[in-house]
């Protein structure tokens, strides 16, 4: 009988060090292995990637941006062919955001009210309405499993009142979205909550505890990605994580370098996006090991190494790095496609190195390790 | 004793149908499969492609340009890298052009003499002098299995006094190449000779009995993919054929469109190259059993079928034509690394179908069947 009970969502902490967590997500379609990192796949594509490959880097799950989706090709079309997950033929878990912050960066005349957000579309012009209910629902169109709340998402700095007013507004998005979803989502999918609060320690906390009593699947860490310094989100990472729920996982959104990863982690962040494996892909920038180099400088030119001769990955074992010089150069499809899978491959490792390390507890080690290689000094 | 010798560039014809014919070409890089079609991979690179997957759609042997990989990243940095087919992780046969119909198409202040052709350069307007001997060396440096002299290749209209004077020309330079050749090839290597002639029949003549003279281990039919249109190619390959040589294989540059080739093979050509499967990839357009469709067209845009649903190729099966038109109209980089993927297995099954009827001595049923289903009236 219970064949045909979908497994629900669930979590489980497999190993702590220090404030850093090793465990494990379970989903209906597939486990996800934390500390995670989710490639971005904007408009229904990791870009420059085939799907096979992203999976193939380690990826477990990958995040779909709601208000590219729901421009173009539009939530209601992808549901009529099926679901994101087989419209862009990804078969494990997809994570999508409200929508809210793109709308907020990339759209045009906007309107923020307590409804929620007017705008129009950055493609055709188009008006549109964005409310906590409608993101939830376009969410349950495109069939993700990891869904997140309407936020707003303001920079730091801001001032205190304006960012208490923000939060609480985003604490009542959070209770309507949670009704919404309750509504509207199949078994198996979660509604994750997203704290604000600035770089405010009071503000972050009472958005947490009013989150906390809503009693959701998991929760994010919202408005650190928009570059108020690594340091300055390490700091309210510090006061932030020890009062989020062990027994939940934790995302840091929008985050990022390598660094920030490795410094979130140890300090208790689960999972992770971020366009940089991607984005710098596609303009010649390689992450690796000993840190980051840009292909298309002249010093690659005759440079016939690989970028790491020992990576399992065929980006970065079988091309000379004068070769990916190159195709930059040249302006060819193959350096993003062949670079971005490098990043994508790197960012994998890292995680795959950060879970080793902290089911081992060796994290302080391991990132002895990453800062020594990478010469990077805040971690 | 023999191990250490690599083995000779030869050609054996397994069968005929009529004018067609099936054979295998050896080369110390392995063997190519005739009809052959040759992916075109300009600047070291099928555009848009993994080399791996170029590999796995049944392609032997793919095409370099000369002109490109001259001028970037130049021939004598491709040779210090250790030659075109490391450069690019291609280690199967490679096909290079002499580069002249790149010069008389794309270069800038084209000069042409008796000793060859100065032009600048379309990239960053430096001076370069294209001679016979400068390709064959240019072409030595990549490495490259086949070769091809430089010729002048006029457009089709042009009156007979110019036309027999490019002709001769070219068969000059068909002399300077061989020698040069002789100087600089390694052993294995083969350099074909270039018919010309325009569409004149005795100026064909005239120049086949010349460069068979030369006793070249293949040739090429040139000067006939530049818009003369089907039926007159056809009527210069039925007056020319004939009179080549039986025993080395016959290459028709840069041809074609699917019904080309097939009309092509039925008139006894072995290889050919184009940049349609490619370049109509990377534009939205797909070549299938039953013709060609253009996937941004909005009538794909809730089109849950793939391409082909039965085909090996993941492109072609794994991915809804209502996708690939998303991918097209949002820009993304997947929507031309899928079709050109699916563009280019198309081929490889059309050739291999070809060869299949010809061993089978049923190629006029193959032709039949391939007019039925693509409402081609020429073939």
Same mark, same amino acid.
């Given at each position: 009988?219970?064949?045909?009970?979908?497994?629900?969502?669930?979590?489980?902490?497999?190993?702590?060090?220090?404030?850093?967590?090793?465990?494990?997500?379970?989903? @209906?379609?597939?486990?996800?292995?934390?500390?995670?990192?989710? @490639?971005? /796949?904007?408009?229904? %594509?990791?870009?420059?990637?085939?799907?096979?490959?992203?999976?193939? %880097?380690?990826?477990?799950?990958?995040?779909?941006?709601?208000?590219?989706?729901?421009?173009?090709?539009?939530?209601?079309?992808?549901?009529?062919?099926?679901?994101?997950?087989?419209?862009?033929?990804?078969?494990? @878990?997809?994570?999508?955001? #409200?929508? /809210?912050?793109?709308?907020?960066?990339?759209?045009?005349?906007?309107?923020?009210?307590?409804? /929620?957000?007017?705008?129009? #579309?950055?493609?055709?012009?188009?008006?549109?309405?964005? %409310?906590?209910?409608?993101?939830?629902?376009?969410?349950?169109?495109?069939? #993700?499993?990891?869904?997140?709340?309407?936020?707003?998402?303001?920079?730091?700095?801001?001032?205190?009142?304006?960012?208490?007013?923000?939060?609480?507004?985003?604490?009542?998005?959070?209770?309507?979205?949670?009704?919404?979803?309750?509504?509207?989502?199949?078994?198996?999918?979660?509604?994750?909550?997203?704290?604000?609060?600035?770089?405010?320690?009071?503000?972050?906390?009472?958005?947490?505890?009013?989150?906390?009593?809503?009693?959701?699947?998991?929760?994010?860490?919202?408005?650190?990605?928009?570059?108020?310094?690594?340091?300055?989100?390490?700091?309210?990472?510090?006061?932030?994580?020890?009062?989020?729920?062990?027994?939940?996982?934790? !995302?840091?959104?929008?985050?990022?370098?390598?660094?920030?990863?490795?410094?979130?982690?140890?300090?208790?962040?689960?999972?992770?996006?971020?366009?940089?494996?991607?984005?710098?892909?596609?303009?010649?920038?390689?992450?690796? %090991?000993?840190?980051?180099?840009?292909?298309?400088?002249?010093?690659?030119?005759?440079?016939?190494?690989?970028?790491?001769?020992?990576?399992?990955?065929?980006?970065?074992?079988? !091309?000379?790095?004068?070769?990916?010089?190159?195709?930059?150069?040249?302006?060819?499809?193959?350096?993003?496609?062949?670079?971005?899978?490098?990043?994508?491959?790197?960012?994998?490792?890292?995680?795959?190195?950060?879970?080793?390390?902290?089911?081992?507890?060796?994290?302080?080690?391991?990132?002895?390790?990453?800062?020594?290689?990478?010469?990077?000094?805040?971690?």
């Amino acid at each position: 009988m219970t064949d045909d009970v979908a497994p629900d969502f669930s979590f489980a902490l497999n190993a702590t060090d220090g404030a850093a967590r090793a465990g494990v997500i379970a989903t @209906p379609r597939g486990e996800i292995r934390t500390p995670a990192f989710m @490639p971005v /796949g904007t408009a229904g %594509t990791v870009k420059a990637m085939l799907v096979d490959h992203v999976r193939a %880097t380690g990826a477990d799950i990958v995040l779909g941006n709601t208000y590219h989706l729901m421009l173009r090709p539009g939530a209601e079309r992808v549901a009529r062919l099926g679901g994101l997950h087989r419209f862009m033929n990804w078969p494990r @878990p997809i994570l999508t955001d #409200s929508g /809210g912050f793109q709308v907020m960066s990339l759209a045009q005349l906007r309107k923020l009210t307590e409804q /929620g957000v007017e705008f129009q #579309s950055h493609i055709d012009g188009s008006r549109h309405m964005l %409310t906590p209910e409608r993101s939830i629902e376009i969410q349950c169109l495109l069939g #993700s499993d990891i869904q997140m709340q309407l936020d707003e998402c303001p920079a730091i700095p801001i001032e205190q009142d304006k960012a208490r007013a923000s939060m609480e507004l985003s604490v009542r998005w959070a209770k309507r979205s949670k009704a919404a979803f309750a509504d509207m989502a199949a078994p198996g999918q979660a509604l994750f909550g997203i704290v604000q609060g600035a770089n405010y320690e009071h503000l972050r906390r009472e958005s947490l505890d009013a989150l906390l009593a809503l009693d959701l699947p998991g929760y994010a860490v919202g408005g650190l990605a928009v570059g108020e310094g690594r340091e300055e989100m390490f700091r309210v990472l510090e006061f932030t994580c020890p009062h989020m729920a062990a027994d939940r996982p934790r !995302y840091l959104m929008g985050v990022g370098k390598p660094a920030d990863i490795v410094g979130a982690v140890a300090r208790g962040i689960d999972m992770f996006d971020c366009v940089a494996p991607t984005r710098s892909g596609r303009h010649g920038q390689a992450w690796t %090991t000993a840190g980051a180099v840009n292909l298309k400088n002249a010093q690659f030119a005759e440079d016939n190494a690989p970028l790491d001769p020992d990576s399992d990955c065929p980006a970065s074992r079988d !091309y000379s790095k004068a070769y990916l010089h190159h195709l930059f150069r040249a302006g060819e499809y193959l350096g993003p496609m062949l670079l971005t899978w490098h990043n994508l491959h790197y960012y994998q490792q890292l995680m795959a190195g950060l879970r080793a390390a902290i089911a081992n507890g060796r994290l302080a080690g391991f990132i002895d390790g990453f800062k020594r290689a990478t010469g990077e000094a805040i971690v």
